[in-house]
């Protein structure tokens, strides 16, 4: 990890090889901690450079500063990835920092992924002091910094996109997300469990849906609260 002199609007910090702005508003915080330290998204940026290869598309559910975004872009291509992110506040330092990192072409959706039983075109977020922070909002609660972002079904963007590899960490909001099966085109998955915001039934109820799914614990990009799956078998190629 390098760190170069901001200015007085960021300072700029280099991840295996990916410069990362953070505005003045994340100074001092534990986000910075970890880019200090270079733990910032390490387990997710290893799974990403372990098993995504040119070509294959790629779906990131909650893209933070847009650190995992460019290293996915850059294994993939920018073209073939979507990157997801609810916290309005957060879209444009991840598009500064996907240009900063010649990731332009990576395509940023602004919306909270919700499971396909989901209603209504929008729903509650707390977009939260620092991103992490950033949840949906359960039912019965209103935080001062609630607002209201689109809902994206996790069912339309698996169909849209048909991506090839998954990375998740959505602040306990993959609990939604695994009622079905999915598709065959997922050949591998990478999400950040969060056992605070669910009963532990709800990691079981993961774990059920990628085996119905065709899809096993991957011990290579799985490492404490990091989970990963791994398609087992044949593929077809596309």
Request: glycine letters at 10%.
């Amino acid at each position: 990890m390098t760190r170069q002199g901001g200015s007085a609007r960021m300072t700029v910090y280099t991840l295996k090889g990916i410069e990362i702005d953070i505005p003045d508003w994340l100074r001092d915080t534990r986000i910075e901690e970890k880019l200090t330290s270079g733990d910032y998204e390490n387990k997710e940026s290893n799974a990403a450079l372990k098993r995504i290869k040119k070509g294959w598309r790629v779906l990131e559910i909650g893209a933070g500063l847009g650190y995992v975004s460019a290293i996915c872009g850059q294994a993939a291509g920018a073209e073939n990835v979507m990157s997801v992110e609810a916290n309005p506040r957060m879209l444009e330092p991840i598009r500064q920092n996907l240009q900063r990192n010649g990731q332009g072409d990576v395509t940023l959706v602004h919306g909270a992924v919700v499971g396909d039983a989901h209603l209504t075109e929008s729903v509650a977020f707390r977009a939260g002091s620092l991103f992490w922070g950033g949840a949906l909002v359960e039912e019965g609660k209103a935080p001062d910094d609630l607002v209201e972002v689109p809902a994206v079904p996790i069912g339309h963007l698996l169909a849209i996109h048909q991506p090839h590899f998954v990375m998740m960490d959505i602040e306990g909001g993959e609990q939604f997300l695994f009622d079905k099966k999915w598709p065959k085109c997922v050949r591998h998955v990478v999400l950040e469990v969060h056992l605070s915001k669910y009963p532990r039934k709800v990691l079981k109820k993961i774990v059920d849906c990628m085996s119905r799914s065709g899809l096993t614990y991957d011990p290579a990009t799985s490492s404490g609260r990091t989970l990963g799956f791994m398609r087992v078998g044949k593929v077809k190629k596309g």
